[in-house]
């Protein structure tokens, strides 16, 4: 972002699964808890321990900072693998031997597939790889629930979807007006559902503005 503002990168996500969601946790900072938001966070909790940790050669980094100055986005990652490989790049905290880093996302509930957490996750590796200046080819989403890994290529589609989408981000902040309903199947499990009232078209802010206008006509 041009004004060195920098976006959360779990609204990659946001974005991805709902252009009006994210406009109105972003701009509008609405929020709402529902039983799919309240799990989540409870198992994201739990893994939120800023922690390094050896085993076999490999390093596991939790909780680990990232930013990108190129995307305006900035977060965390649960987890960071660094795999030891002559093929990879040295990391000045790791000492001298060369490394591969494998980011993972945790996601509540059971193996599936969202392309939104792909993005966020695509997202995380272009912030480490301009960090450090290293490549990386693959990350993991890991399934709390059930306990189970899937592995995302980060390919060059996926890797211009992640930017288009930071930059379309950083727009509508920019412009400060939250895109219209797309109602669809997911409004169901969405927590701004009673907020966001799909069906009303324009921000909530501005369906809100329109009812005390009415509610004063009548009081006048
Ligand atoms: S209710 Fe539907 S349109 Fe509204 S924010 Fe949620 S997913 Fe988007």
Same mark, same amino acid.
Request: with cysteine; net charge negative.
């Given at each position: ?17 709902? =252009? ?8 509008? @900072? +609405?929020? $709402? %808890? ?15 321990? +800023?922690? !390094? ?13 990232? !930013? ?20 990879? !790049? ?13 980011? *993972?996302?945790? &996601? ?9 957490? %792909? ?7 272009? /912030? ?5 200046? /290293? @490549? ?7 399934? *709390?629930?059930?306990? @189970? ?14 930017? =288009? ?20 199947? &997911? /409004?169901? @499990?969405?927590?701004? $559902? ?21 509610? &004063?006509?009548?009081?006048?």
């Amino acid at each position: 972002m041009e004004d060195g503002r920098l976006i959360p990168l779990s609204y990659i996500s946001q974005y991805c699964f709902c =252009k009006r969601r994210a406009g109105l946790l972003l701009i509008e @900072r +609405q929020w $709402n %808890e529902n039983e799919y938001t309240a799990a989540g966070r409870l198992e994201h909790e739990k893994v939120h321990i +800023q922690n !390094t940790e050896r085993r076999q050669g490999t390093v596991f980094m939790s909780d680990m900072q990232v !930013t990108s100055r190129k995307l305006g986005l900035s977060g965390k990652c649960d987890m960071v693998e660094a795999h030891p490989d002559p093929c990879g !790049t040295v990391f000045p905290f790791l000492g001298e031997e060369k490394y591969i880093l494998f980011p *993972i996302e945790y &996601k509540h509930g059971g193996l599936r597939s969202n392309a939104e957490y %792909e993005l966020q996750l695509c997202a995380q590796a272009l /912030c480490l790889e301009e960090m450090y200046g /290293c @490549r990386i080819e693959k990350g993991a989403l890991f399934y *709390i629930g059930s306990h @189970r890994r899937k592995e995302v290529t980060f390919t060059d589609e996926y890797r211009e979807l992640t930017a =288009k989408t930071a930059e379309s981000l950083s727009k509508m902040l920019e412009e400060g007006r939250v895109p219209a309903a797309e109602t669809a199947a &997911k /409004c169901g @499990r969405c927590s701004l $559902n009673d907020i966001c009232m799909p069906g009303v078209s324009g921000s909530a802010g501005e369906y809100m503005d329109k009812v005390y206008a009415s509610f &004063k006509e009548v009081q006048e």
